[in-house]
Every structure is written in structure tokens, then in C-alpha cells.
């Protein structure tokens, strides 16, 4: 099963005997743009030079003023639906048109997701800033494919120049696939600048590094100093990050997965709901207190946000595979001065495209790629905005099941229903397993226009929260230059 499909023209060529690593890593000509090199941001740790260029807020200001937005968005939505042969674009494999919306969408979700407001005073991250382009964002597991997401908007912003920052291109590149794949949008608004380096990005968590120097956060694969599990927890799964920790805001998992473990806590076998003929035995109810940990208290969401956001960013695009690096020397040393051991393109010496992860023209795509290694997409049109997310965790009886990496992810009971080619995560399953959450899923499912309501309010704070402007209306008063995709109609939508 290859989650990523491989188009025509790659199989054809490569039956003709033509298609080399060399020539795909030509075909990606950008990526370099999209993920600065870690031995780069390593050297300016080291109190070199930054490598990258950015503009001061004035006079970022005042190129925005050139920016044509609605040139920039069908930019976007003409590259969300064109697969590229070096990076296809999901779809087709599930039965949908080629598009990266899902790509995109996590783009801009992880970009921005690493905002982290606690008790209304310790505001850091945001996307603004773009350090996902910078070590150690790029490292973070929880950012395993993005360099391919950010190799692709390179070219759009090779074609806009200084007119959008990276930050406003990630943010609203996730906006545009979102209203561009029909969801709702109201509203978008620019001004977000750029960082130099990744540096404002240590203290929400750094993994993987041989050496650094230079900051007083900065320690090579430093783990969670403060642990626990729950006491219905199986002493041998991972055990969870405190929220409290000695000058970090970091993940709630591990460092590097700094949003939510998407399996969940795997019971102890003495478990008032532990049932030994399951595949596995991980607990929405659990996970439903990791998921309020991390968006409630960690990031500042509401309940309804919460619920709204995982529903609507789970209702595009879909999970993918994962290639065994068991035994390869990617296992062993997953980080080096190059790059995190998922960055993939073929050439670059980066990532398992040294013939660990498939050979020839399949290296590095679809089963062969690092990913999360959940296999499936939430809805039966992952490419179009739908209401499958909560109406099948409603309408379904939701299974442990396995996929074919051995994760353990949730699948439906009944394998004749419209839904059975669908997935559900824990985390997913998690929104009826609790109370408060189950309420809220059985309101969205009644009525579809007040989810798509509270989703938009709740992407448009996502997307526009940081360090920098942590109220959602901050950049508009600053910068000042907002859209209300007034120019977008049905015809601008995907076919
Ligand atoms: C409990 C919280 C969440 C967890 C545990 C979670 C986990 C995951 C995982 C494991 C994947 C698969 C990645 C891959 O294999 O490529 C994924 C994909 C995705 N997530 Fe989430 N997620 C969460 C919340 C969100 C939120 C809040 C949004 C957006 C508002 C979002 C948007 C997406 C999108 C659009 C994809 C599809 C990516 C693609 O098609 O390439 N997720 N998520
Ligand atoms: C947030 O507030 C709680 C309760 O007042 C306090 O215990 C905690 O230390 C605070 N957290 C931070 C990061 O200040
Ligand atoms: C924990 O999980 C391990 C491995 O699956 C299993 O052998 C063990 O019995 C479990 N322990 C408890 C207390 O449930
Ligand atoms: C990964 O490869 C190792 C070593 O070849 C093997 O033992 C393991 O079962 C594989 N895991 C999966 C999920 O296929
Ligand atoms: C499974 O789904 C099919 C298609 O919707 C339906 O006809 C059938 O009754 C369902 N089976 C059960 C056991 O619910």
C-alpha cells in the first residue's frame, strides 16, 4: 500500500530506465529555501553570521503594501492542486482529486500550534517568526514532511519576493487550502516578520543536536526533566511531560512531539476497561485529559476551540506511512549536523534516500517516507471540505486496530460501512470519550454552519497568536492589511 502515489510519468520513466536520484533532487529546486540546513543555524548559534536575510518591520510594512493578495492566493490554490513528480500530492489513492491541502493545512497548524500562553502571561512561539524553517523546529518529530510542504510554497515565495514573509506565506498558504478546498474562512491578516535563526525557539523544546552552544536552554537531546504516568498507565509505555518544568514551556509528550501523543496512554491490564482481545488497549478517556493539557492548558484553547480545531483540521488530507529505519544507521543516529533524519529528498544527502527507505524512483515516496505511520484519511473526500469527521465518530463503533507500520490507530466495527475506509486516532476518539467534548462533537454533527463558525474563529486566532502579537487582533492593528477573500467565489474552488 503506498499511501503517497506514485504518478504516471515517474513509473513510466522509470520502466523506461531514465530516472535517477540525481534528477529528482534537480526537480526539487527550491528546498533549500524551505528548510535551513541545521549546520547552518548550528554555525550561528556559534555566534556566526545568520544565513538568513529578513526585512525590519518598517520596511516589511511597506512592501506589504505591494502585495496582491488575491494574485498570491490563486498562486497557492494553482500550486495546491498541481502534483508535483517530486513530492505527488495525496487524493487520488483515496479515491479524491490530487491536492496538498492537507499538507498545507498542517503546515500552517504546526507553524502556529507551538504558541504557547500560559495563565495569560508566559506567551511563546507562534508562527510568526517562521523558525520552522530553523533548527531546532525543523528537528521536532511532530514536524516529520513539512520540509516538503515548505519546498513546495518556495517557489511561491521565490515568485513574491520580500512581499510576504515566510510566516504570512505558511499561515496563509493553510488558510488558502482550507477555503480553496470549499471550508470556511473569513478572514486573513499579514504583517508577520521572519527570524533570523530558530534561536526563540529553544526554550519550547530542542532534541537531537551533537553540539550547541551559546544559550543557556540549549542541551543536546534534552529530555523532560519532569515525568509522570497515569496510575491506569502501563509502566512500560512512554511516560508524559509535566507542564512544569525548569525554564521550558515544552511538549506534553516527549521533546520533540510537542502537541499530542497521538496513540494515547496504553492501559494497565488490571484497567477497569482493559479488554485482553483488543489489538491494543489505548484509552480515549486518557487521552482526552492530554488532549485539554495540551490545547486548554498549555495553549490557551477553549473546549469549543479545541473540539472545532481537531475536527476541522482532521476533516483535510490524511496520515501516512512509515519507512522502518529499524537497524539503519538513521535509527541509531537519527540527527546529525545535516538535518533530521526525515527530511527526504533525494540528492541531498539528508534523510534515508541513501537506498534505506526504498530504492531508484520509489525512494523516499509514500510507504517509503518518514511519517507518522498511521495509515488512512478521516473522511471519504479528504481533498473537499466535508462533515465525515464527526458525524462517523457519532454514527460508527470505533475499533483498536493496527496499521500496517504497526501503529495502533482505530478503525470502524462494521467493514461494509460508507465510513470503513476511514481511520481515527486516539486523540480523535478522545472527543467522545469525555463528557464535555462528546457534547460538543454532538452539537457540530447537528449543525454543520455553526461548526464551520466556530472553526474559522478558531483557525483565524491560530493562525495569527505568537510571541510577538499574542492577542488575535494584535497584527491587524500593527500591520494593518487584512483580507476577507471577497474575490474568492465558487469558481475559484477546486473542481
Ligand atoms: C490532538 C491533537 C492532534 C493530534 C494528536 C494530531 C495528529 C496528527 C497526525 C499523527 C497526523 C498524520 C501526519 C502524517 O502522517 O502525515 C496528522 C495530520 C494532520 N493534522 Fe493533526 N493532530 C492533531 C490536531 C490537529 C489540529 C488542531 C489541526 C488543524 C487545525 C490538525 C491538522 C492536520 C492536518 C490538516 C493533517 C493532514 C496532513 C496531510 O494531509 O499531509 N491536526 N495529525
Ligand atoms: C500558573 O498559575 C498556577 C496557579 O496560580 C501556578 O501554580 C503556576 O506556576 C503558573 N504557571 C506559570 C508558568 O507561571
Ligand atoms: C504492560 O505492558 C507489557 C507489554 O505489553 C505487558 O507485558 C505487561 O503485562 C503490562 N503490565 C501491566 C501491569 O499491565
Ligand atoms: C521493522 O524492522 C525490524 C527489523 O527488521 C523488525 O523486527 C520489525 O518487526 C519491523 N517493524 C515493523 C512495524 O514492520
Ligand atoms: C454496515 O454498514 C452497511 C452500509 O451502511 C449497512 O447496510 C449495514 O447494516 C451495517 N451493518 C451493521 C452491523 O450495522
Not at 503517497?4 to 528546498?31: I, K, N, Q, S, W
Not at 508562527?127 to 516538503?148: I, V
Not at 521533546?255 to 482481545?277: F, H, M, N, R
Not at 454543520?448 to 483557525?459: C, G, I, N, P, V
Amino acid at each position: 500500500m503506498a499511501p503517497l502515489h506514485v504518478p504516471m510519468r515517474l513509473l513510466a520513466c522509470a520502466m523506461l530506465g531514465f530516472v535517477t536520484a540525481e534528477m529528482r533532487a534537480d526537480d526539487f529546486p527550491h528546498y533549500d529555501l524551505g528548510t535551513i540546513p541545521a549546520w547552518q543555524d548550528l554555525a550561528s548559534l556559534r555566534g556566526a553570521r545568520p544565513v538568513s536575510q529578513v526585512l525590519s518591520k518598517a520596511d516589511y510594512h511597506h512592501q506589504l503594501r505591494a502585495l496582491d493578495i488575491q494574485q498570491l492566493y490563486s498562486a497557492i490554490a494553482t500550486l495546491m492542486a498541481t502534483s508535483k513528480p517530486y513530492w505527488p500530492a495525496d487524493g487520488p489513492q483515496d479515491g479524491d482529486v490530487a491536492s496538498y491541502a492537507g499538507l498545507f493545512a498542517r503546515l500552517a497548524w504546526h507553524c502556529s500550534g507551538s504558541f504557547r500562553m500560559i495563565n495569560d502571561t508566559h506567551a511563546a512561539g507562534g508562527c510568526e517568526g517562521a523558525r520552522q524553517r530553523h533548527w531546532p523546529e525543523n528537528e521536532w518529530r511532530d514536524n516529520t514532511n513539512l520540509d516538503k510542504a515548505r519546498g513546495l510554497l518556495a517557489e511561491v515565495k521565490l515568485q513574491f519576493g520580500d512581499r510576504v514573509s515566510w510566516s504570512d506565506l505558511m499561515t496563509f498558504a493553510g488558510t488558502v487550502a482550507i477555503k480553496a478546498s470549499g471550508g470556511p474562512a473569513k478572514k486573513f491578516c499579514f504583517g508577520r516578520l521572519d527570524d533570523v535563526s530558530g534561536d526563540r525557539s529553544i526554550p519550547l523544546g530542542v532534541e537531537g543536536v551533537a553540539q550547541c552552544y551559546g544559550s543557556k536552554f540549549c542541551k543536546s537531546n534534552f529530555e523532560c526533566p519532569n515525568t509522570f504516568r497515569w496510575s491506569e498507565q502501563n509502566d512500560t509505555d512512554h511516560a508524559r511531560c509535566k507542564i512544569e518544568q525548569p525554564d521550558r514551556l515544552q511538549a506534553s509528550h516527549s521533546v520533540g512531539l510537542i502537541y499530542v501523543y497521538p496513540e494515547g496512554p496504553e492501559l494497565k491490564t488490571s484497567a477497569k476497561d482493559y479488554k485482553a482481545y483488543w489489538v491494543h488497549n489505548r484509552s480515549p478517556r486518557l487521552s482526552a485529559l492530554e488532549v485539554r493539557d495540551t490545547f486548554r492548558d498549555r495553549m490557551g484553547w477553549t473546549d469549543r476551540e479545541t473540539v472545532a480545531l481537531i475536527g476541522g483540521g482532521h476533516t483535510l488530507g490524511r496520515t501516512h506511512g512509515n519507512c522502518n529505519l529499524t537497524g539503519t544507521k538513521w535509527a541509531q543516529t537519527p540527527y546529525n549536523n545535516v538535518g533530521p533524519y526525515f527530511e527526504a529528498t533525494a540528492g541531498s544527502l539528508r534523510g534515508p534516500t541513501d537506498g534505506t527507505c526504498g530504492t531508484g524512483p520509489e525512494a523516499g515516496f509514500g510507504k517509503n517516507t518518514v511519517s507518522s505511520g498511521f495509515e488512512g484519511p478521516w473522511t471519504r473526500s479528504p481533498s473537499r471540505w466535508n462533515y465525515d469527521f464527526f458525524d462517523a465518530l457519532l454514527s460508527e463503533e470505533w475499533v483498536p486496530a493496527k496499521s500496517p507500520y504497526g501503529n495502533d490507530q482505530w478503525h470502524t466495527r462494521n467493514h461494509t460501512s460508507e465510513f470503513a475506509k476511514t481511520m481515527r486516532l486516539t486523540s480523535d476518539i478522545s472527543l467522545v470519550a469525555d463528557e464535555t467534548y462528546h457534547k460538543i462533537v454532538r452539537e457540530y454533527a447537528a449543525d454543520h454552519a455553526q461548526f464551520d463558525a466556530d472553526f474559522a474563529d478558531a483557525w483565524f486566532k491560530l493562525v495569527h497568536r505568537s510571541e510577538d502579537h499574542p492577542h488575535k487582533d494584535d497584527l491587524e492593528q500593527d500591520a494593518g492589511i487584512c483580507t476577507s477573500f471577497e474575490f474568492v467565489t465558487q469558481a475559484n474552488f477546486l473542481p
